[in-house]
C-alpha cells in the first residue's frame, strides 16, 4: 500500500512558477497517485485522519518470476482482473515496435473504457463523413456561408481540400496494389483485389465493406473513390441486423479519431499562417 505523507518544506530561494513548472508538478502527482492503485486493490489515503480497513488492499499469492536478467515481483489477484502480457523479440529494433504497438492499443483501450463510444473502423468513417460533407456542402450552403466570411467558391475549395485529406486516409489502408471503391448508398469502403478482372460484376468481387457492417449482396451500386461523382446524401442509420454482427466489426475508438482530426485541423490552421517557408534542398 502506498501513503503519501505531508512534509515541512524546506527554506529555498524563490523561483518563479511558469507553465512548464505547474504541468511538471502535475505529472508527478498523477505518476504518484496511479501507482496507489494495483492489482491488489489498494486505495489513496490522506496523511490525516483515520483510515478505512477498505484502503487496504489484498492478494491472493506472491511469487517471483526472472524474465532475462532481470528479477520481478509477482502479485496475484484475488480475481483473475489482471493479466500479465510477456513481449518477446529477436531483434531489439522490432521489439521497440512491439512494445509501442502494445502501449498504443491498451492506451486506446483506455480511452475508450473511459468514454465508451467507438466509431465505425476499416475507413468507413473516413469516406462516409467524406460523402455528408460533400453532400451538405451541396445541398446547403447557405446555412454554412452564413456567418463564416468566406464565398461561395472558397467553401468549394475547403470542402473539397478536407474531403480529399479524408479520403486519403483511407487510400493508406491498400497495401495490396488493388482499388478503393465507395459505394452510392452507405458511403462505405470497399476494397478490391488487385489484377482483378475488369468484366466482372461487383458483387461478384466484393464481399464486406471495411468495417463489415455491409456485404455486396445488398441492392448498392458502387465508384472509384477517387473519381468526380455527383454528392449523394449516406444512409447514417444502421440496420437492426448489425446489433447481431457486432462481434464481427471493425471499429475505432472515438475519442482517438477526434482527437486525430483535431489535430490535423488545428496543423493545418498553423501551416496556412505561416508567411515564409525554408525549404531544404539537400
Known amino acids: 500500500m502506498s501513503r503519501l505523507e505531508a512534509k515541512k518544506p524546506s527554506l529555498c530561494k524563490s523561483e518563479p512558477l511558469t507553465s512548464e513548472r505547474v504541468r511538471a508538478t502535475l505529472l508527478v502527482l498523477k505518476g504518484i497517485v496511479a501507482s496507489c492503485y494495483g492489482p491488489s486493490g489498494t486505495q489513496p489515503i490522506g496523511s490525516l485522519g483515520s483510515i478505512s480497513p477498505s484502503s487496504y488492499g489484498s492478494v491472493k499469492d506472491l511469487c517471483t518470476a526472472k524474465f532475462g536478467f532481470k528479477w520481478f515481483l509477482h502479485l496475484i489477484p484475488n480475481e483473475a482482473t489482471v493479466c500479465s502480457l510477456l513481449l518477446c523479440n529477436r531483434n531489439g529494433t522490432a521489439w521497440d515496435e512491439l512494445k509501442l504497438t502494445c502501449q498504443t492499443a491498451l492506451h486506446v483501450l483506455q480511452l475508450t473504457i473511459k468514454e465508451p463510444c467507438v466509431l465505425l473502423g476499416g475507413g468507413c468513417t473516413e469516406t462516409h463523413l467524406a460523402a455528408y460533407i460533400r453532400h451538405k456542402t451541396f ?17 468549394q475549395l475547403i470542402t473539397e481540400a478536407f474531403c480529399t485529406a479524408l479520403e486519403s486516409l ?51 451500386s458502387w465508384s472509384f473513390l477517387r473519381t468526380a461523382r455527383h454528392p449523394f446524401a449516406p444512409r447514417p442509420c444502421l440496420p437492426h441486423e448489425a446489433v447481431g454482427s457486432a462481434n464481427n466489426l471493425t471499429l475505432d475508438c472515438f475519442t482517438a479519431k477526434l482527437s486525430g482530426l483535431q489535430v490535423a485541423v488545428e496543423t493545418a490552421n498553423l501551416i496556412l499562417d505561416l508567411s515564409y517557408v525554408i525549404e531544404d534542398k539537400n
Open 139 to 155: 445541398s446547403d450552403p447557405e446555412s454554412i456561408l452564413k456567418g463564416s466570411g468566406c464565398t461561395s467558391t472558397e467553401l
Open 170 to 220: 483511407t487510400g493508406s489502408l491498400e497495401h495490396d496494389g488493388g482499388e478503393i471503391l465507395t459505394d452510392m448508398k452507405y458511403g462505405h469502403f470497399w476494397s478490391v483485389q488487385a489484377d482483378s478482372p475488369s468484366d466482372v460484376n461487383w458483387p461478384d468481387l466484393l464481399t464486406r465493406c471495411g468495417c463489415g457492417l455491409h456485404n455486396s449482396r445488398e441492392e448498392l
